[in-house]
């Protein structure tokens, strides 16, 4: 998919992004009673193909994702830069992965967000499952791919 | 007023998930790569995030109802089900190939990397079959 590039353990940073990702989903529960779940929000927008369910609350969702988008643009105003980001090079490989992780996100109903932060949070047995399989079977792709193939 | 909150909420989620190193998939796959150059880090994430949402929800319950809405809507199926399981493992295996999931995919679009400007129209196709898929009488449950 590309060559390994080693990352810097951040333990400090990450935390603190992790704690922000934590308010936002407490925003989004406080204010509007929903789990801060990317999938489930994506799905707000995909319900405008026909013959799908709408969900409601399409616009708290829209203006969500908005935001999302804006995060990086936020941060080369700030910093004068965009944030450093490796991306896997193989198109068909990145195309599959798409794929995989929409497909398999709506099938099981939530994602790192949805199942992770906030089913955790919530301590669900099902989204505790939902994890251990995604991160699981996450390693085991990663390694396959690195090690094996 | 809806959708000023909800763009702050998605803001600072994107800041998080920057921040974080959570948006740079050489890292994500470097957390799972746990016989390569292994970098913890995405634990850190996971870790501050739930414990924040686990303090932070409890907090906003206390209200009974939230802000603007009549009432929590949380998920009500606590089963853990064939399609949750397959799901999860087929998310898995594309998280594992690209190193994105849906909030960083997002949050990476406008950097514009030929890899994040295949995967996401990728995802929303993926989505979009999915609900087809779920409706579809081919995975319909059959019995009790």
């Known amino acids: ?149 | 007023m809806r959708n000023i909150i909800g763009f702050a909420a998605g803001l600072i989620f994107g800041l998080g998930l920057i921040v974080s190193g959570m948006a740079n998939p050489a890292k994500v796959l470097n957390f799972l790569d746990i016989l390569g150059p292994w970098d913890p880090s995405l634990a850190f994430v996971m870790g501050g995030a739930s414990v924040t949402a686990f303090i932070g929800y409890r907090l906003v319950w206390r209200r009974g109802t939230p802000v603007m809405g009549t009432q929590f809507d949380l998920p009500a199926s606590g089963t853990i089900d064939a399609p949750l399981l397959t799901g999860a493992a087929i998310f898995g295996v594309g998280w594992g190939l690209g190193g994105f999931c849906p909030g960083p995919a997002w949050a990476s679009l406008a950097i514009g990397s030929t890899g994040i400007l295949v995967f996401l129209p990728a995802m929303l196709i993926g989505i979009v079959l999915a609900d087809f898929g779920k409706s579809s009488p081919l995975f319909a449950k059959k019995g009790a």
């Open chain 1, 1 to 149: 998919m590309g060559p390994v590039v080693a990352t810097e353990f951040t333990p400090w940073l990450s935390l603190l992004g992790g704690v922000l990702i934590g308010l936002s989903a407490v925003m989004v529960m406080g204010m509007f009673g929903k789990i801060a779940g990317i999938a489930g929000i994506t799905k707000g927008l995909t319900s405008a193909v026909p013959g799908l369910a709408t969900t409601g609350d399409r616009s708290w969702r829209l203006s969500f994702l908005l935001g999302l988008v804006v995060a990086p643009l936020a941060v080369l105003l700030a910093t004068g830069s965009f944030p450093q980001q490796t991306v896997p090079t193989s198109l068909a490989g990145m195309a599959l992965a798409g794929l995989l992780v929409g497909f398999g996100t709506a099938f099981g109903s939530g994602c790192t967000s949805g199942h992770g932060v906030c089913g955790l949070a919530r301590l669900s047995p099902r989204s505790a499952a939902a994890v251990a399989v995604f991160v699981a079977a996450a390693v085991l792709t990663t390694t396959i791919v690195r090690h094996v193939l």
